[in-house]
């Protein structure tokens, strides 16, 4: 009974506009809202309601009594309103919120004041606001807040469904409704040449890893929740991951590798248009035209004022610490960017969080890029614009400019990278240990061959349609799938007794833009990690086995795409783990397209030596699908080497291509990614 | 009994977006929807819809049988598109529509094809067509569409509201429901120099005016139905007046007359973000940010192919027929552009409507500058965007560029007028006639000082809230109001018998920009049209009293905001009138808005030889509340005069100033315009 009051508190979820007092999902439940609750309008009309809505609820659930909280501060946040977590105003309310959920006694006081604050501020912060609280208190631990894109569909789905899915729940009964398809390119035509790889950057499971990411590292909370452990290094290899994957995208989509965006004088050809349209403040994302020129910022509203300038003075004092091997503190103390901390320094610096040792030198680069982005239609807050995609972590990933801007964020870690000292051969190699073989292989496909090809599948919006009648109605949408495939590893361990190793499999492209081979200092950032997971070997010949699904980046299909509520995590810690078991890369697009003709890569495996690798930890019943990208929840990082090894740094002198780069406990292996142009429907 | 059912056509109107089936109105009146007619989406659910409805519906309307029409042509456009009367794609498929219900043999067909037609084709292009046919069919006089800003609230009214509408209708019992107040400055601030007469722009009265003189003034349609009375010198004449009276309202605001928009390979520095999202495509109306630049267009879907150079190339030729005195026919042969008709053939020219002598050479240079204008943001579709506020006439006039479109258009026509001979004295001067005095007094006022304030009007939105509980919901907006006012003109008539005159009554500001006595070639291009009306003068002295409600340029002030389902025109003709009756400047910004300090305007008089002006019809029971900017229907332009007299021309010889213009039937008069910045609320 107890663990069925506290799901209660999962009816705040729904539909997020409507109030409290109104009866929530199939089985119409309502908050028995006492009248002082009641937002100002709803007090006079009491009565009114009650015979509106008492009808209709089927169970009410009742409030206990409340301090009511000082809500003055926050609902400067009208509820009206987008909310961006880039903003230090909107971030700064976000705190006050949480500390308000935060300081609850228990979970009845809980419910009432999320209630309470819940039809009075604004929609996405409070559900932002209240699914930390629930992730962070110790009493709310197996309470999982439904997935974000089910509350929120408006900023995952283009903004031409929501008309026909009111019409379809308001014409057709439930049970008779049919999916509204969303068509492959809604964005943009070909014309354009980036929305090549629009279905990649448009994917559902892309933006929602991207979310639950900056959900479980957030840049300013309580320092017990942002200080996690080699948090700053994570920034950076997650982001160098996602410009790898989106380079190798490109590639298969013959566009040439994103280029950085670092001439902030110069216009921006790309243009975006987003077609999302807020159901919260009724307002569309704005788009950016082509050619548009990034601009001083003067928004009183957002309480921001600022110059591109300073953008420039910050990268340069960035440069200027990575080229001097220090950053400078608050008092003037030299902190060394050591070869194995500096990168975590570097990257809490770039980002920035409240871990940059000198936020008033340094700066928030990585943060205010993205604001000044996001604001390029609209500076100075004339035309009273809200923010673009770009300002918001459930959007940004839509957008060509997120990779041009990461992409240059990128090339300053990698300033860095190559700083430091290189991998000489004792430090790639495992002695006694030759990797003989590797292949990867779909089923029923030749070996080293694996198919991609277009899949549909559905996604139930009724959660997000306020104001509409209830019931389920789908939107089907068509996303990029590979045919599940495995791994054959066989490994010789000539050192006469059992060892450990870490298998750390890699995918490139075999040759550049130009068709020819590459050079090994630009293969390495085209490194995509497929897993990475500890293998025993015995004396003699190994083999391994390795399922595509088990990666250790990605988290399973069904949890990007189910209703996260029926399909909640299981066991003790359940909830905890929430936001980190969605924090993830989505499994469908573990591979890159390929090509029709069939895109020639280098499958990569190497296995280290795990004496060197291991974290002493028990990780037990932890929530570890995408530990790669997304680490442990409360636990160090799985792996002791720097992220990225053995890629992360220049190479070793006389090694110019990746065959050269090879110890025998390494191995390359050339496979096809063959892309079918071809739509199939998900079995449900 | 047998209007009564004509009366049933207009359920069609109601929630243009839900299906025939669906109960209409708060009687819950719905179609008897044969199952043949269902659209392919509902036909496999025909008992579930009676189940699901059935109950809802109190009245059912059955319909005759027909043959069904092919609507494959007209389907080519979606029905969760936008739909622009300035694309020629889109007016052909207009035609083809309306000509389906043009060919309907009796009133029971009409409803049966309009219900076949409704469930399947574009919402806007159904409401259009289907007004044309009411309008011009014998047998459907006296069914008079609803406002169309109430069937089409998205087209007139912020975004932002219809989230508010949707809570509100959802959760609140009518009766209780609260006005939704639109503020003032919802689409940007004053930061953004023209948005200090956004306030006029964007009101309701001057956007749905535009709408009904385009559908009373089609460009494309049937010979008897485009060729009336002079339209081309009205279509010169009306936009004429538009851009003095916006140039008036800049000056007001401390604005620069409006600056023609002549070199379109200059960046366009006005930026519009018109925060209006289409709630049939839930598509947003695109912005311009600044400094776009117009874009040759390359449309397939919309069948536009077209250079800015052919814009260029027509201008020219205009040009060269403006100043070699004739157009060219499609046959070569010259038609002289003579003093009195020349203006009426150069507006078609212009225009350009079917009557234009020679499209093929001439072009449609105003038609497709509205076009590249709302492309200019996507000229190729490359990012799959619809066109702008400037490709709609139900929102063309939200957006600055506009006026400095039409201010260009109005440029070439006065071009053209400079060319004509001069009024002489004779030609201006009404024999014996003299004007004494004249003044405008408001109720309770300084004589000649009249005051303007905000006034808050309420609009029901229910009509067109498609898939929302039933009941009014109203928006609350503000607007321009003045207080109502008189004319008192004194009037000498010394010919010793009656005589009949012309008053016209003119208003312009007394000083320029710099705050300097104007030049009269450039004072006559701010005189804007107060009245109009005809005079019985006996012998010796005259007073004439005219109201400002009786102003022959605007509607009452009730026909904008009422709804006109309660309000409808009475009389024998009742229908046919409907859009001339709802043609008209809005009553309520007849004047400018004036200044805090009090603005300095001169009133101009002139009561003219109406033997010279007079047109010899029966003009009894029509409606003629707007008969300068509108014409009267089926009937001359009631006003033998050049459009504009006597500021149309340029002056004669020796006339730098407006006092040298005068002649003895002429009278100037100071007067103030202070504007109250208070606000109103308007009682119902």
């Known amino acids: 009974m107890a663990t069925d009051k506290k799901q209660n508190l999962l009816y705040l979820f729904h539909r997020p506009q409507e109030p409290s007092f109104v009866p929530k999902g199939e089985n119409a439940v309502a908050f028995d809202v006492p009248a002082k609750f009641l937002p100002e309008r709803y007090k006079q009309l009491g009565t009114q309601l009650e015979s509106r809505f008492g009808e209709a609820t089927s169970q009410k659930i009742s409030l206990v009594d409340i301090k009511e909280p000082n809500l003055t501060n926050i609902m400067r946040l009208g509820r009206h309103e987008n909310f961006s977590l880039f903003l230090p105003k909107h971030q700064n309310i976000a705190a006050e919120l949480i500390n308000i959920f935060m300081a609850a006694k228990n979970v009845d006081e809980l419910q009432s004041l999320g209630v309470y604050c819940r039809d009075r501020v604004n929609p996405y912060l409070f559900v932002y606001a209240f699914s930390v609280a629930l992730l962070h208190r110790p009493d709310t631990q197996g309470v999982n807040p439904p997935n974000f894109a089910q509350t929120f569909p408006d900023k995952y789905f283009q903004s031409g469904i929501f008309a026909k899915a009111r019409e379809e729940t308001s014409v057709v009964p439930t049970g008779s409704r049919m999916p509204i398809e969303i068509p492959r390119d809604y964005s943009a035509s070909d014309l354009d040449e980036e929305h090549r790889v629009a279905y990649w950057r448009e994917d559902i499971g892309v933006n929602l890893h991207h979310w639950h990411w900056h959900l479980v590292y957030p840049t300013n909370a309580a320092m017990s929740i942002v200080n996690k452990d080699r948090r700053g290094e994570l920034f950076y290899y997650m982001h160098n991951q996602l410009i790898a994957r989106y380079n190798v995208e490109r590639l298969c989509n013959k566009l040439k590798r994103v280029v950085k965006y670092s001439e902030f004088e110069k216009p921006i050809k790309e243009a975006y248009f987003p077609k999302l349209d807020s159901l919260v403040s009724s307002r569309t994302y704005p788009a950016r035209v082509s050619n548009q020129v990034l601009q001083n910022l003067n928004r009183q509203q957002d309480e921001i004022v600022m110059d591109v300038a300073a953008l420039e003075r910050w990268r340069d004092r960035i440069f200027g610490a990575i080229h001097s091997g220090f950053v400078m503190d608050r008092d003037g103390k030299q902190i060394p960017l ?347």
Chains 1, 2 share one sequence.
Not at 538 to 554: D, E, F, H, L
Not at 597 to 618: A, H, P, T
């Open 338 to 684: 050591t070869e194995n901390e500096g990168i975590d320094v570097l990257g809490n610096v770039l980002e920035s969080t409240i871990l940059s040792p000198n936020p008033d030198f340094y700066g928030n680069f990585h943060g205010m890029g993205h604001v000044f982005l996001s604001y390029i239609h609209d500076p100075d807050h004339r035309h009273l614009e809200n923010f673009g995609v770009m300002g918001d972590f459930a959007t940004t990933m839509r957008d060509p400019m997120f990779y041009r801007w990461h992409s240059y964020i990128d090339d300053i870690f990698l300033e860095y990278k190559a700083t430091l000292p290189r991998y000489n051969v004792g430090q790639l190699n495992y002695t006694g240990i030759t990797v003989d073989s590797v292949s990867m292989q779909g089923e029923g496909s030749k070996p080293n061959e694996i198919n991609t090809f277009w899949q549909q599948s559905d996604v139930d919006l009724s959660r997000g349609m306020d104001f509409q009648p209830r019931g389920s109605v789908f939107v089907r949408l068509t996303h990029l799938q590979h045919q599940p495939y495995t791994y054959n590893i066989t490994v010789n361990n000539a050192s006469g007794s059992p060892k450990m190793g870490m298998c750390r499999i890699f995918l490139a492209p075999k040759f550049d833009e130009r068709g020819n081979p590459w050079l090994f200092r630009d293969q390495k950032s085209m490194f995509i990690e497929l897993d990475k997971f500890k293998v025993n070997l015995k004396a003699g010949k190994n083999t391994i086995t390795r399922m595509s699904t088990q990666s250790s980046v990605t988290i399973p299909f069904e949890r990007t795409f189910s209703d996260l509520d029926t399909n909640r995590p299981t066991g003790g810690d359940a909830l905890a783990q929430f936001n980190f078991c969605n924090c993830g890369w989505p499994q469908h697009l573990l591979l890159p397209k390929g090509t029709p003709e069939g895109y020639v890569c280098q499958l990569f495996v190497m296995v280290s030596n795990y004496d060197l690798d291991k974290i002493d930890q028990d990780e037990t019943g932890v929530c570890n699908d995408a530990a790669s990208f997304c680490g442990l929840k409360d636990k160090k990082y799985p792996d002791r080497r720097s992220m990225g090894y053995p890629f992360d740094r220049m190479p070793r002198n006389g090694v110019d291509n990746l065959q050269q780069f090879l110890t025998p406990n390494m191995r390359v292996q050339d496979c096809i990614i063959r892309h079918n142009n071809r739509t199939i429907r998900r079995k449900n």
